[in-house]
């Protein structure tokens, strides 16, 4: 593996760069979406003690759930009374949301970065190849091998970043949009509730 490495030359490094933080990134993204999971039946419960007026063991029920849920609907329940409630909560929502987008944008420009840098580096490679023929006079496999090797190496390495991080990124957008729906829906419950106070 580490003789590919080498062979593929000076662009592999900030490959294997882009390599490290995709894989950081996806690894604390999955288990970021696998710890703030929505509990619907907690949410009904939840909602149906807001209705009730049980504000003090909503609270305590919310503490059993994921840090984003907790912080809209505790912070809601405090404004109840608020006569700005809707825009503050749909203010507390936007906020808590944009935690599920955090590292994306890096993440989508990752996979871009890698592209780019595995097609530079066939380029390179392609350049030594050439440079090797006119040194030497005449193109034989020997001579252009050391520069297409390297041409080769890159542009695999890049892919085999930028695939992976591609098809993570679209999953985690896919988790997001999903969880802002779910959202949204329980955050209209909740203005519908106040409504009817």
Wanted: charged content about 20%; hydrophobic content about 45%.
């Amino acid at each position: 593996m580490w003789e590919y490495f080498y062979k593929g030359g000076v662009l592999m490094y900030p490959i294997l760069i882009c390599s490290i933080i995709s894989f950081t990134i996806i690894i604390e993204r999955l288990i970021f979406f696998s710890t703030n999971k929505i509990n619907t039946t907690l949410i009904h419960k939840v909602l149906e003690l807001i209705l009730n007026k049980e504000f003090e063991k909503a609270k305590k029920i919310l503490q059993n759930t994921n840090e984003i849920i907790k912080t809209i609907f505790t912070k809601s329940i405090e404004e109840i009374n608020s006569p700005n409630f809707e825009d503050t909560v749909e203010d507390l929502a936007e906020q808590q949301i944009s935690k599920l987008e955090r590292f994306l944008p890096l993440l989508a420009a990752i996979a871009s970065i890698s592209t780019l840098l595995g097609f530079t580096g066939t380029v390179v490679g392609m350049i030594k190849a050439f440079e090797s023929i006119a040194q030497a006079g005449y193109a034989s496999p020997q001579v252009v091998a050391k520069g297409i090797a390297e041409a080769l190496i890159t542009t695999a390495a890049g892919l085999i970043v930028a695939i992976p991080t591609i098809a993570f990124y679209h999953y985690f957008n896919y988790r997001v949009d999903r969880y802002t729906i779910q959202v949204g829906h329980f955050i209209q419950e909740l203005i519908k509730l106040k409504n009817k106070r």
